[in-house]
């Protein structure tokens, strides 16, 4: 008798019967609004129609295609799509399944087009959990802890954390660019300085949205070293935080962009794209992969890319992560010991702290064991664990928001009376 290991660690108890849209039926006759949507994923919410149709029809004519061997119809028409929405000159793409294996790709693609070992990342950032993609990693030492040694070449350089650092917005922006001008002169040289690597949100280490003014400082020191900047979107792209990628908060544009996730609607696939002048610098058959650019896979994001232009997904992004933003905020007010809320799109944190201002992991975990109670689902986040975070689907509704913040005021009030 098999059961499964003791190394997921499970957020809800729930086992999913089926789900729609931006609901989950538990196998215990529950329904849950979900706020998680599978970590980020389920862009066009859970079996959009025309989703699970593109799918269906695909799985009829062809599985698994192969990219180094057959080319298959989904792939090219994903490719086009993409084209649409893709920074003007990133042109060349390259598709793997998973996010980290994207991050991997995007920084051997950076290593290989410079000719620089040097990546530097920004502390908070979360990049996958394979090797190379957890030494890029920050947002927890649980991700690398154990595991050592890590592959080399990585360097940190602070976040802007306003919250964190009791600053206000632009002071923390000028403080962590004077640290990395700092790096770049104390540890590793821009010549030595293949990539600068960031989310324009961080994700899993604890919902902050990037502010504009870094990223564009960001590309400015990039164009100053002739260092390639690579803007990982796999969970702030493809509309979640109300524009299509994360980035276009900013005047930065991306030198390598990675995407995954909401891109397929939960189909496994991942892409970065580059120019092609770029690109052209990884020699063929250096990177590859045998799943890549799943045919089934690539229907599903052909799919999920034409819902959320037909239904005007983006817009929908902005506009309820507004109203789930002014509703956190207001909510905030009678619970002192929310610390800060925060927010981009559909993209909520809301960080619990002791009445001394530290990290309060142990309330933010029941608040968020609390929303189950209430049929909410969330997850918790940040290095501390004390941020709990709200991911609804691009197609959740006014009242669907609505409901979920009576939902989470429920379950703050059920822990902190
Ligand atoms: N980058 C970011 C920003 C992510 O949020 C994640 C997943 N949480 C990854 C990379 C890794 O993706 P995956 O889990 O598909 O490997």
Same mark, same amino acid.
């Given at each position: 008798?098999?059961?499964?290991?003791?190394?997921?660690?499970?957020?809800?108890?729930?086992?999913?019967?089926?789900?729609?849209?931006?609901?989950?039926?538990?196998?215990?006759?529950?329904?849950?609004?979900?706020?998680?949507?599978?970590?980020?994923?389920?862009?066009?919410?859970?079996?959009?129609?025309?989703?699970?149709?593109?799918?269906?029809?695909?799985?009829?004519?062809?599985?698994?295609?192969?990219?180094?061997?057959?080319?298959?119809?989904?792939?090219?028409?994903?490719?086009?799509?993409?084209?649409?929405?893709?920074?003007?000159?990133?042109?060349?793409?390259?598709?793997?399944?998973?996010?980290?294996?994207?991050?991997?790709?995007?920084?051997?693609?950076?290593?290989?087009a410079?000719?620089?070992?040097?990546?530097?990342?920004?502390?908070?950032?979360?990049?996958?959990?394979?090797?190379?993609a957890?030494?890029?990693?920050?947002?927890?030492?649980?991700?690398?802890?154990?595991?050592?040694?890590? $592959?080399? @070449?990585?360097?940190?350089? %602070?976040?802007? #954390?306003?919250?964190r650092?009791?600053? +206000? /917005?632009?002071? &923390?922006?000028?403080?962590?660019?004077?640290?990395?001008?700092?790096?770049?002169?104390?540890?590793?040289?821009?010549?030595?300085?293949?990539?600068?690597?960031?989310?324009?949100?961080?994700?899993?280490?604890?919902?902050i949205?990037?502010?504009?003014?870094? $990223?564009? @400082?960001?590309?400015?020191? %990039?164009?100053r #070293?002739?260092?390639?900047?690579?803007? +990982? /979107?796999?969970? &702030?792209?493809?509309?979640?935080?109300?524009?299509?990628?994360?980035?276009?908060?900013?005047?930065?544009a991306?030198?390598?962009?990675?995407?995954?996730?909401?891109?397929a609607?939960?189909?496994?696939?991942?892409?970065?794209?580059?120019?092609?002048?770029? $690109?052209?610098?990884?020699?063929?058959?250096?990177?590859?992969?045998?799943?890549?650019?799943?045919?089934?896979?690539?229907? &599903?994001?052909?799919?999920?890319?034409?819902?959320?232009?037909?239904?005007?997904?983006?817009?929908?992004?902005?506009?309820?992560?507004?109203?789930?933003?002014?509703?956190?905020?207001?909510?905030?007010?009678?619970?002192?010991?929310?610390?800060?809320?925060?927010?981009?799109?559909?993209?909520?944190?809301?960080?619990?702290?002791?009445?001394?201002?530290?990290?309060?992991?142990a309330? &933010?975990?029941?608040?968020?064991?609390?929303?189950?109670?209430?049929?909410?689902?969330?997850?918790?986040?940040?290095?501390?664990?004390?941020?709990?975070?709200?991911?609804?689907?691009?197609?959740?509704?006014?009242?669907?928001?609505?409901?979920?913040?009576?939902?989470?005021?429920?379950?703050?009030?059920?822990?902190?009376?």
């Amino acid at each position: 008798m098999a059961s499964l290991s003791p190394v997921l660690k499970q957020a809800t108890p729930v086992v999913v019967d089926h789900a729609f849209g931006s609901w989950i039926f538990g196998t215990d006759g529950e329904q849950y609004l979900d706020f998680t949507t599978g970590i980020g994923v389920t862009s066009t919410g859970h079996c959009h129609p025309k989703v699970v149709a593109a799918a269906r029809e695909q799985v009829g004519k062809i599985i698994h295609a192969q990219y180094t061997t057959v080319m298959h119809k989904p792939l090219l028409e994903l490719t086009e799509k993409l084209g649409e929405v893709l920074p003007a000159g990133l042109d060349s793409v390259f598709y793997a399944n998973s996010g980290s294996e994207a991050v991997e790709a995007a920084i051997r693609l950076a290593r290989m087009a410079t000719g620089r070992p040097n990546i530097v990342v920004f502390q908070g950032g979360f990049h996958g959990r394979t090797v190379a993609a957890a030494s890029l990693t920050t947002a927890g030492t649980k991700f690398s802890a154990g595991f050592a040694p890590l $592959m080399a @070449g990585v360097h940190m350089s %602070a976040f802007p #954390h306003a919250y964190r650092y009791g600053m +206000d /917005e632009a002071s &923390a922006v000028a403080f962590a660019l004077r640290e990395l001008d700092y790096l770049l002169k104390t540890r590793t040289a821009p010549e030595d300085t293949a990539a600068f690597l960031i989310e324009p949100a961080l994700g899993d280490g604890g919902y902050i949205p990037t502010p504009p003014a870094f $990223m564009d @400082g960001l590309r400015d020191r %990039a164009d100053r #070293h002739g260092i390639k900047l690579i803007f +990982d /979107e796999v969970q &702030a792209g493809v509309g979640r935080t109300g524009k299509f990628w994360g980035h276009q908060h900013s005047h930065a544009a991306p030198d390598i962009i990675i995407t995954a996730k909401g891109i397929a609607s939960g189909f496994p696939i991942s892409a970065i794209a580059a120019s092609t002048e770029t $690109m052209s610098k990884a020699w063929p058959g250096s990177q590859g992969g045998t799943y890549g650019g799943n045919a089934v896979s690539a229907a &599903a994001g052909v799919a999920t890319l034409e819902v959320i232009e037909e239904e005007g997904l983006v817009e929908n992004a902005r506009l309820r992560g507004n109203q789930m933003l002014a509703g956190l905020k207001e909510i905030q007010t009678r619970f002192p010991t929310i610390g800060n809320v925060r927010g981009i799109g559909l993209m909520a944190g809301i960080e619990f702290t002791a009445p001394d201002g530290t990290a309060d992991a142990a309330t &933010a975990g029941a608040v968020q064991q609390a929303t189950v109670e209430q049929r909410l689902l969330t997850l918790t986040c940040g290095p501390e664990g004390n941020v709990v975070r709200l991911i609804p689907a691009l197609i959740v509704t006014e009242a669907e928001i609505a409901t979920g913040l009576e939902r989470f005021e429920a379950a703050v009030s059920a822990v902190l009376g």
